[in-house]
């Protein structure tokens, strides 16, 4: 069946994947993930048709099943879920911390744990709020917590903070003015900082009622051994009187060990109320627990039939009112024998409980004291002192807390505490502060004690007091008596009895609580009882007698506070009439109301020996023991005594004051009103109601002021007094500034009782004038308002009394600023009775009365009043008060005091940090008390704040002048004070806000006045700038924010009031600054736009996304005004523009790259009408257009300037992140088509374009690859750039990025390019004295001021690179530069002479130093996924020091991580190329020696000096391919004929080594190798292989022979590859060239070859077999006879060729084992000891600097000598071995033997001649010297065997002490010395020796040669540097024991000439071991080219 699709429904457009669909392998699917949104457009039966939210393109079906619809919203087009506002911003929240966290974890950051844990706790909030199962008040809690999380988190995270209302919710920013959204900012910080605190810090309670603590006690247990039940009375006690504080609380503690009352049961608990802060302050506070027994006299035994817990309880329907309801039932009756006994007190002290209630947390134990036979109250003093402690056997365990605040706060706060009705036990006193609800009417009556005659008994008595409450008839009032708390109300109180005590000292109290109505009929009735011990005597005991006192004293007064002692009466049953129960009352009640008499009455008689003391403590609010008072109430019963009753009010306590404050106000209006002697009473009836106003005023009772208001309002009804009332206070002012009386001295004797009153009128004028106000209201309403005028003027005339007193010269200040604090009240007040406008004026003139500086504080406090005060929100009140509270505000924020400027802040702060230093203290921990400065600021920035706010108010009529007053009067001297106050400074923020707020409410009205009201142009101008300068400083990022810049919504307001400003001032701009032009207020409003509009917090798109839609949503994108404005403004220019290019070019320039297309389309035009003014400026007048229009001649024509800005600001803000690919288009074709549509700048304009997109994309390029990991891509980009700036010559910006360049190379130490680097910039000098030019200076060398010393400076750090690149040859290019200016230009000669000392260390280090030989690689980047510039490219690299091509390739990937290596060397095709993936080409290349090589043809050169040609400054490379082409044959010679080479040769676009270590490859060329030019190709290279083993063998006889084996093997046997014999059979044979006929010229030369390898391997195998080893003769042999197979082959079918190198066979004689001949040492001869060693193993293979060369020549070295195996400086011998030496040895004795030898180079300085001998002398201590002697001619067969040889170098390095013991360490040789020496004369003329001390040993050697005696001039001395290590030398010290040595006399000398050599002794060796050895010498067929120089060894390192 097919499904129908039906459009879905609106409710069921949006849902959430509640399950992953994965469904790909079917069709039309649409695949979801968990937590997926999707729009559903279609449905049917069990599907959906729609898309993913995220994934709009993607559309597909999903089941039904797998989603969950929800309720939605669209915002911005998108699709939400409709949640509360609390729900999305949690959402929004987690979304954006979750991508953050992310980060953080990849850095392990350290807020990732506590950022983690915010979110899991957002997240739980978040599901309790969408629960929706929390009531109201938990859902508020959570709410708030979230909030709080969010705001905490955001700080943390650095995001921006969220401004709330208290609720939590956003606030609306729009709703509210700029200084109320910076103080919700303030809020918000603090409430951040709170909410950031740790946990213990943070739990700060709302503000407490700080009069009112309270105790919470919880009775837990009591643990004593009961008899019987008890009461235990818990009550706070004070230490220090010895009395009760508070009521009792009483717990009913059964036998069996718990509560007895069924409301107690587990509920033991109490509040103790109405505590003050006295109270807690007493030095001692006890909690005491009375326990008294309920039972009888005696304590009973243990009973055993104990009831039950169930019976033991009081049940509520059972309990009587009795406080000894004991039973289950709870019944009391006569019949019970139960007594209240003493049983013990507990007590504990609390005042360390409440200093620190957290300390003692738990139970508190309570010792208990039992009584025995004392008394409670001598029980507790001994608890209290300690005494008998030891008898403490019990306890009680309770539990304190100390709570503040009044009770319905308490039960608000800890609802766990007070979850019951828990009992209220109240202080028995006042609380401090008495609340007007509060009614109260308790009578506290304390038992003291009694004393009781004995009568008839001999005992005393068991005496028990019965209290009864009675009416005046004697009846019993019930339930009116309370034992305590938590225990219901009792109609009679027994007292505790104490055993046989006639005096006892109860000290019981107890609480009477009679209705008002009913106390002044009662009165208390006391009747004495004796109580037996028996019970059965004591039933039948009756009362003894009575004592009763009346409550109500006779005058009208309660009974007085105290003590009363209270007669007792017998009670005479018989006579006695029940039915005349009150018949007492007429009986005196104490014992002071007896005076001596003894009444009896009715059976009533005094017993004059018994008394009975009493204590009364009234707490009552409607009844008073003030007799003074109850006089003033019925004053008119006794007018008499009124005066007298007005003075004793003012001695009334404050508490019975407001307990009657109404009655008395009544009575004392009545007074006023009524009174007959208005001049008696009226001034005491006002200061009796002025000292009533104090009194409520009073903190204690202030809350009585609502009763005040409430009686003004609704009870006050003395019509007539508001006459009088004007009257007194006129008087009062009037007498106070009559002339002061002063003393003789002109000092005031006293402050007069006037002054004091008025003082006390002005403290409280505001309730006199209500009462006068209220009470003209009701006169006006009662006989209408016809008398107003008089009124008003009575009031007019009080006002300016007021006016007279501020100006009156006495000294009022107190009395003035009473009234200043007061005015706004009254004025608020008098707006109901008196006209406004004639108030504020009123107001006004009081205001300005005041001189200046006095009272100034008070008087702002009197201006921020009336801002809030309903006068200021009429706006005609308001016309007249603001203009002069804006000019109190200016003039105080003008004022000059203390601390105003920045520099008394500075001057502070230095004297501050100075007494720090000299405290020793921390800064920090100096305070300071704050300065009047900002106190005075402050005091004005509230005004500010509020008047603003204000002014935000819609209800409040029109506030265009109110705005226009603010302006005009405030504006500039906010933004000057502002500007004057450091930023660190607080108030800046504030008054910033406030100058924001004014701009805010500015129109263009105002804009207009402003301009108006300035005086001239020239302030306009200042005010102009400064106010832009300050927008300008405001969004400076350069500048300390004045709002913190997470303050997103207060910079955004911020920005829009700034945006109407500037569009505002623009106006006024061109309106007033254009003609005539004012270049500095243009210039600014351009600075400052501009620098707005590229502020960061308008750029929206480096913003995420949820802070985007937040900005749109309340704000909008800002910049496109902006940016219209500057453009309007530069367009608004016209002849003007000149003046500002190039000056604003960068500043547009960084405007037009602000990412907004719009943006950048009105921008970009700007800068060809830039081009367009500077072509077309005045050539003749710069900055204008000058006479251009009438004579075109004078254009200037171009726009270099502008071009110049552009290019190098482009280079900056590219740098700085600016700008993109976008950027660069959208220049581009905008540009193009401007210039291409204009006539003149068609071609120039173009031209200029396409440079800068050129240069922007470079930079563009640079920028994302300068962070890149790969150096090369850095570098490549860098060198990109060089290279532009090089082709449109702005020397300045090349030489900036040479230095970049050479800067990254140093980097990486690449030495050589970083030299090359910088030659680029020498190339810009000149060597001559010109000036530099600033673009032309160095960084590096700022001291140097021409061209010459910067050019001479960059030289010398170029050479120092090249030297430490190990580019020895460059360094001496360099050299002869330098050294051609001082020799020829300068006639430096001292630097000239350093600097040849210099190049000859270069020159030594090119022969001794190791260096390696640069590998070269092809590196191919294929892939579109390549930056742009290696994309398809192929390159050449330079490697890295011994850098292998798998090291090489994997560098590369490193660099490329995304990039795959391919394995062939085949070009990729387009499905590589085109691609977006990484493919990288790898090969190793070899270089072609460019055209310097060939001037080595011909020559024997060191391959030292040849191998850095070979490798260096090369520009061609090849490499070659194999492959085959086959011609349907197979195998054989076949094979060899269809081998052929593909080769590749490369140039590259620079010669490498460069300026970087690789270059792009320019030009390609392949060739194809045939088969047979391969084979001769190979040839070629075998016998340059063959030739150069045996050079290098000659030079170096050390070299291992292994090397030379292999190769000789391989050609003489082959065994693999054939050998030439495969190209004989392939190319040689007949067929060949029958088939390839035009070949015969290659086959005739593959002969040649062949046939020339024959003598090359005949030397070779020569020389292999004089060094081969002994174990090697076998292998040797082997190769002997392979090779005369082949020579004979070869030779008979190519004929015999001949070689350049000979082997001649010379013989040298040597003696060995003879004794000492003196004739062969006559005239000083002797035989070297290494006369048969190698000819040429003076190439030394050192790295290290060797000696020096030797500088006498005889004949030109051409013989080669050869060692079978060499020894220590000793003739090598072939028959001679030394078995013992193992080959490690052997291979160092060949070290040793080397480098005891030294031969020189001929030709081998570049200022020497060339050389025609050489004559090598061993080190100082070589006992060894070369004899080799040659003829340059072919003839020389046979040399002598003697020559001399001597060194000629002025000075030689001394040999280490450790090479020393070394020698000395070695066992001797054949050639050690065996027989006695004789010494050298030191003056033997023909002994010549080096500057120093040196032993020589000299053969003589006669040269056959015709040019034997030329001399050569010596080489110059070659000095020691740093790696000179030449002292260490090899060679055995042959005069161990210092043996006398003999001079030896020469047959024939060689001297030197032009050199004087110093003349040192030289000592002889005789050596007595010699044999004849044979030695074959090689010698050149033709003129052998000079001899080489030493070559370092091979196996030697840099370091000794």
């Known amino acids: 069946m097919t499904a129908v699709w039906k459009e879905a429904s609106s409710k069921q457009a949006y849902g959430i994947a509640k399950c992953n669909f994965d469904q790909e392998n079917k069709p039309h699917r649409l695949n979801l993930d968990v937590g997926d949104s999707v729009v559903i457009l279609k449905e049917t039966t069990h599907w959906y048709y729609g898309y993913k939210q995220r994934h709009k393109d993607q559309r597909g079906i999903f089941p039904k099943s797998y989603i969950h619809l929800c309720d939605y919203t669209i915002i911005n087009g998108e699709y939400c879920i409709k949640r509360t506002d609390i729900v999305e911003e949690i959402t929004k929240v987690l979304l954006e911390w979750g991508f953050i966290l992310k980060q953080y974890f990849l850095v392990t950051h350290r807020d990732f744990n506590s950022i983690r844990a915010k979110m899991i706790e957002l997240n739980n909030n978040r599901a309790l709020l969408i629960s929706g199962n929390l009531p109201v008040d938990e859902m508020r809690k959570v709410k708030l917590m979230a909030t709080s999380q969010i705001d905490t988190g955001n700080s943390l995270l650095g995001l921006d903070m969220v401004v709330r209302d208290e609720n939590g919710d956003i606030l609306d920013t729009n709703t509210i003015c700029t200084t109320e959204l910076y103080e919700h900012h303030m809020n918000a910080v603090n409430r951040i900082i709170k909410a950031s605190r740790p946990q213990t810090i943070q739990r700060s309670p709302r503000p407490l009622n700080k009069y009112s603590h309270n105790i919470l006690l919880h009775v837990n247990a009591f643990v004593c051994k009961f008899q019987e039940d008890s009461d235990l009375l818990f009550t706070l006690f004070d230490g220090e009187s010895h009395k009760p504080i508070s009521e009792n609380y009483i717990v009913k503690w059964s036998r069996t060990g718990i509560a007895r009352d069924i409301d107690q049961f587990d509920n033991n608990r109490v509040l103790f109320t109405d505590l003050s802060k006295n109270d807690l302050s007493i030095s001692k506070m006890y909690l005491v627990c009375y326990a008294i027994r309920i039972g009888a006299m005696e304590m009973k035994d243990n009973d055993s039939k104990r009831s039950s817990i169930t019976t033991a309880m009081l049940t509520p329907s059972s309990k009587k009112h009795s406080q000894l309801s004991i039973s289950s039932s709870g019944s009391f009756n006569s019949a019970e024998y139960i007594m209240r006994r003493p049983f013990g007190v507990a007590c504990k002290d609390l005042t360390p409980i409440l200093h620190k209630p957290d300390d003692f947390r738990g139970n508190l134990d309570l010792p208990f004291m039992l009584c025995e036979k004392d008394t409670l109250d001598v029980t507790l003093r001994k608890l209290i002192t300690n005494k008998d402690i030891g008898k403490i056997d019990s306890k009680m365990a309770v539990t304190i807390e100390v709570l503040q605040g009044d009770i319905k706060q308490i039960k608000e706060d800890f609802p766990r505490l007070l979850h019951t009705n828990v009992p209220l036990a109240r202080k028995m006193g006042f609380p401090e502060v008495i609340l007007p609800g509060d009614v109260r009417n308790d009578l506290y009556l304390t038992l003291c004690a009694g004393e009781f005659a004995r009568i008839a008994k001999t005992s005393e008595k068991n005496v028990e007091v019965t209290v009864y409450v009675c009416n005046e008839e004697g009846q019993v009032v019930p339930g009116v008596m309370s034992i305590g708390a938590g225990h219901p109300p009792i109609d009679e109180y027994k007292s505790v009895v104490y055993y046989h005590d006639d005096k006892p000292k109860w000290l019981e109290t107890f609480k009477i609580h009679v209705p008002i109505d009913e106390f002044k009929q009662c009165h208390l009735k006391f009747l004495f009882k004796h109580r037996s011990s028996n019970e059965q005597k004591d039933k039948s005991e009756k009362p003894f007698g009575m004592s009763y006192v009346k409550l109500m004293q006779d005058n009208g007064t309660t009974i007085l506070q105290g003590q009363h002692i209270l007669s007792v009466y017998k009670i005479d049953h018989k006579k006695y009439d029940k039915n005349n129960a009150n018949i007492y009352m007429d009986l005196p009640a104490t014992v002071g109301e007896l005076q001596g008499t003894k009444p009896s009455l009715g059976g009533l008689s005094l017993l004059p020996k018994d008394q009975l003391t009493i204590c009364v403590n009234l707490c009552s609010t409607k009844l008073t023991q003030s007799v003074s008072l109850l006089g003033l109430l019925n004053w008119s019963a006794h007018k008499e005594t009124l005066e007298e009753s007005l003075n004793a009010l003012s001695n009334v306590p404050g508490e019975e004051v407001v307990k009657f404050l109404q009655d008395i106000l009544d009575a004392l209006f009545n007074i006023l009103v009524e009174n007959d002697d208005p001049e008696r009473y009226d001034q005491l009836v006002f200061m009796s109601i002025i000292h009533l106003i104090e009194t409520v005023s009073d903190l204690k009772y202030q809350h009585f002021l609502t009763v005040l208001d409430v009686y003004i309002n609704e009870s006050f009804s003395a019509t007539l007094a508001y006459d009088k009332l004007i009257k007194v206070l006129q008087r009062n002012i009037r007498e106070a500034i009559e002339p002061i009386e002063k003393s003789a001295d002109g000092i005031e004797i006293e402050e007069r009782i006037e002054v004091k009153r008025l003082y006390k009128t002005t403290r409280y004028l505001h309730y006199v004038m209500k009462f006068v106000i209220r009470s003209r209201i009701l006169f006006a309403a009662i006989n209408g308002n016809s008398d107003y005028e008089d009124f008003a003027n009575k009031l007019h005339e009080l006002l300016e009394m007021f006016i007279k007193m501020i100006a009156c010269p006495t000294d009022l200040l107190k009395s003035e600023g009473a009234l200043l604090k007061n005015l706004h009240i009254i004025a608020t007040d008098l707006m109901t009775v008196f006209d406004e406008v004639r108030l504020s004026n009123v107001i006004v003139n009081i205001l300005r009365q005041f001189p200046p500086r006095r009272l100034t504080q008070s008087k702002m406090g009197c201006i921020k009043d009336f801002v809030d005060s309903k006068l200021f929100l009429s706006p005609d009140c308001r016309a007249v008060l603001l203009p002069v509270f804006c000019n109190h505000i200016k003039d105080r924020l003008e004022s000059k005091e203390e601390g105003d400027t920045k520099s008394d802040i500075w001057q502070q702060e230095k004297n501050l940090s100075k007494a720090a230093k000299v405290l020793g203290q921390l800064k920090s921990h100096l305070h300071t008390r704050e300065t009047t400065a900002k106190q005075k600021v402050n005091e004005c920035i509230t005004i500010m704040n509020n008047i603003l706010r204000l002014l935000y108010r819609q209800d409040i009529g029109k506030t265009h002048n109110d705005v226009r007053d603010i302006m005009l009067i405030l504006l500039r001297t906010i933004i000057k004070t502002s500007h004057a106050l450091d930023r660190e400074n607080q108030l800046v923020g504030n008054l910033v806000a406030i100058m924001l707020g004014i701009l805010q409410r500015m129109d263009a009205a105002h804009y207009e006045i402003f301009v108006r009201q300035l005086n001239n142009r020239f302030e306009l101008q200042d005010f102009i700038i400064e106010i832009l300068l300050v927008f300008e400083e405001l969004v400076s990022p350069h500048q300390k924010p004045v709002f913190s810049r997470d303050w997103m919504d207060m910079i955004m307001h911020q920005n829009t009031v700034i945006l109407g400003s500037l569009q505002h001032i623009s106006v006024v701009i061109i309106d007033h600054f254009f003609d005539p032009f004012e270049k500095q207020v243009w210039s600014n409003f351009f600075q400052c736009s501009i620098a707005f509009l590229i502020q960061s917090p308008l750029q929206l798109n480096d913003f995420n996304d949820n802070k985007r839609q937040i900005v749109f949503a309340r704000y909008r994108d800002i910049r496109k005004d902006t940016a219209q404005e500057i453009r309007k403004m530069w367009f608004q220019l016209g002849e003007h523009k000149p003046k500002f290019v190039p000056q604003l070019v960068e500043p547009i320039l960084e405007m037009s790259m602000i990412p907004e297309v719009e943006l950048r389309k009105a921008t970009i035009p700007i800068f060809f009408d830039m081009m367009q003014c500077e072509y077309y400026s005045s050539k003749m007048l710069p900055h204008s257009y000058g006479d251009t229009k009438r004579n075109n001649m004078h254009y200037k024509a171009n726009f270099n300037e502008f071009e110049t800005e552009m290019i190098e600001k482009l280079d900056i803000l590219i740098g700085a992140g600016k700008g993109d690919a976008d950027y660069k288009e959208l220049f581009q074709s905008i540009m193009l088509e401007k210039c291409q549509a204009h006539n003149i700048l068609n071609i120039e304009g173009t031209k200029f374009v396409n440079m800068v997109t050129k240069l922007i994309e470079r930079l563009l390029e640079y920028r994302c690859i300068i962070q890149d990991e790969s150096k090369e891509n850095r570098m490549a980009c860098t060198f990109s750039l060089l290279q532009f700036y090089s082709q449109v010559n702005r020397k300045e910006m090349y030489i900036r990025y040479v230095y970049k360049l050479c800067d990254l190379h140093m980097e990486f130490n690449n030495y050589t390019e970083a030299a090359f680097t910088l030659k680029l910039h020498t190339e810009l000098l000149q060597w001559n004295d010109t000036e530099l030019s600033p673009l032309l200076r160095s960084h590096r060398h700022m001291a140097c001021r021409t061209h010459r010393e910067l050019k001479e400076a960059l030289y010398y750090e170029i050479i120092d690179y090249f030297d430490r690149g190990h580019m020895f040859e460059c360094a001496i290019d360099m050299c002869k530069i330098l050294a051609q200016e001082y020799e020829n230009e300068i006639y430096d000669y001292l630097k000239l002479a350093k600097l040849l000392t210099k190049m000859a260390q270069f020159f030594e280090k090119i022969l001794n130093e190791l260096r390696h030989t640069s590998e070269y690689f092809r590196v191919c980047f294929y892939g579109l996924g390549f930056p742009r510039f290696l994309q398809n490219k192929a390159f050449i690299f330079r490697g890295e020091e011994y850098e292998r091509l798998s090291d090489f390739c994997s560098r590369i990937l490193v660099q490329h991580p995304q990039a795959e290596l391919m394995q062939t060397l085949e070009a990729p095709g387009e499905d590589i190329t085109q691609t977006d993936g990484q493919f990288i080409q790898v090969n190793k290349v070899e270089p072609l020696l460019n055209e310097n090589f060939t001037k080595f043809d011909g020559k024997m050169v060191s391959t030292k000096i040849v191998s850095y040609f070979t490798s260096n400054n090369v520009q061609k490379f090849q490499f070659s391919r194999p492959y085959r082409e086959s011609n349907g044959n197979g195998g054989g010679a076949d094979d060899v004929r269809s081998l052929w080479l593909e080769r590749t040769v490369m140039t590259t676009s620079y010669p490498l080594p460069g300026i970087l270590r690789w270059f792009p490859v320019a030009d390609t060329k392949k060739s194809k190798i045939s088969p047979i030019a391969l084979a001769i190709e190979t040839m070629k290279k075998t016998n340059k292989d063959i030739r150069d083993l045996i050079i290098e063998h000659r030079n170096d006889e050390t070299l291992p022979i292994n090397p030379l084996s292999m190769k000789i093997n391989g050609i003489v046997d082959p065994a693999v590859m054939g050998g030439f014999n495969k190209y004989e059979d392939a190319f040689l044979k007949a067929d060949y060239l029958e088939e390839h006929p035009e070949e015969k010229p290659l086959v005739e030369e593959l002969k040649d070859l062949i046939a020339s390898q024959i003598p090359l391997l005949e030397i070779a195998i020569t020389l292999h077999k004089h060094k081969a080893p002994e174990s090697l003769r076998l292998f040797h042999e082997r190769m002997e ?154 003839t020389a067969k046979t040399p002598d065997p003697k020559v001399l040889t001597q060194e000629l170098t002025t000075k030689r390095p001394l040999r280490s002490e450790k090479e020393k013991e070394r020698r000395l360490s070695r066992p001797a040789s054949i050639a050690t010395p065996t027989t006695g020496m004789k010494g050298f004369s030191s003056t033997d003329a023909h002994s010549l020796s080096g500057a120093d001390s040196s032993n020589r040993n000299s053969v003589d050697t006669t040269d056959s040669t015709s040019e034997e005696d030329l001399i050569p001039p010596p080489l110059p001395a070659k000095t020691r540097d740093s790696t000179d290590f030449s002292s260490f030398t090899y060679s055995i010290d042959w005069n161990p024991n210092n043996f006398p040595m003999s001079p030896l006399s020469t047959s024939t000398i060689t001297t030197t000439t032009s050199t004087i050599i110093q003349q040192t002794q030289l000592n002889s060796i005789t050596n007595n071991n010699y044999e004849y050895v044979e030695a074959r010498n090689i010698v050149l067929a033709e003129k052998r080219p000079p001899t080489p120089p030493p070559k370092p060894s091979r196996n030697s390192k840099h370091i000794p």
């Not at 006879?1681 to 030779?1691: K, P």
């Not at 040895?1785 to 020497?1808: C, G």
């Open 1681 to 1834: 006879q392979c090779f005369a197979d082949m020579q004979t082959n070869v030779e008979n079918k190519y004929g015999k060729k001949a070689c350049d190198l000979k082997l001649d066979r010379e013989s040298v004689i040597m003696r060995r084992n003879c004794s000492f001949i003196p004739g062969m040492f006559e005239g000083n001869n002797r035989l070297s000891e290494t006369s048969m060693g190698s000819s040429d193993s003076g190439l030394s293979k050192s790295t290290s600097s060797t000696r020096p060369q030797t500088s006498s020549i005889k004949s030109t070295f051409a013989s080669f000598n050869f060692n079978p195996r060499p020894s220590l400086g000793h003739s090598p011998s072939t028959k001679s071995k030394s078995k013992e030496k193992t080959p490690s040895k052997r291979r160092s004795m060949k070290k040793l033997d080397r480098e005891t030898l030294s031969l020189p180079v001929a030709n081998s300085q570049w200022y020497t001649p060339p050389l025609t001998t050489i004559t090598a002398t061993p080190e100082r201590d070589s006992n060894t010297s070369i004899t080799s002697a040659s003829n340059t001619s072919l």
